[in-house]
């Protein structure tokens, strides 16, 4: 079914760019492996071919912001309605969850840049 990349790839950051859980307590710990991204962007690209618009390559660091940002809302608003969509293991899970997406989605935009020099080295001509 037909997507937008921005959210493809964007969950894949979330989940493949952290180098720690998404329910990590020790936010210090929190930080994105910059070699894991350059991973997924150049399999992502190679396996899109000439199928993205420059704009759509150009937002998949956007993408993974999005798509963290949006994830921990989901886990906050599970968690102040009571934990009943997310399964949960213990008292504050989903808190534990929404603190390490947000931590994450902070380094994302500092990183930004970074990020950015990783998509155009391999970006395609569509």
């Not at 964007?10 to 991204?37: H, K, N, W």
Request: net charge negative; with cysteine; charged share 25%.
């Amino acid at each position: 079914m037909p997507g937008l990349a921005l959210y493809d790839i964007g969950d894949i950051v979330r989940t493949a760019a952290s180098a720690v859980a998404e329910d990590e307590r020790d936010l210090s710990l929190v930080r994105v492996d910059l070699g894991r991204f350059e991973n997924i962007v150049s399999g992502f690209l190679q396996g899109a071919g000439d199928a993205l618009t420059k704009s759509e390559q150009a937002s998949l660091v956007l993408g993974g912001q999005c798509m963290t940002l949006l994830i921990g809302m989901r886990f906050l608003i599970d968690f102040l309605q009571g934990d009943t969509y997310f399964k949960i293991d213990r008292v504050e899970h989903n808190l534990d969850r929404c603190r390490t997406q947000f931590r994450l989605v902070q380094l994302l935009i500092d990183q930004e840049e970074q990020m950015q020099e990783i998509v155009r080295r391999w970006a395609t001509e569509p």
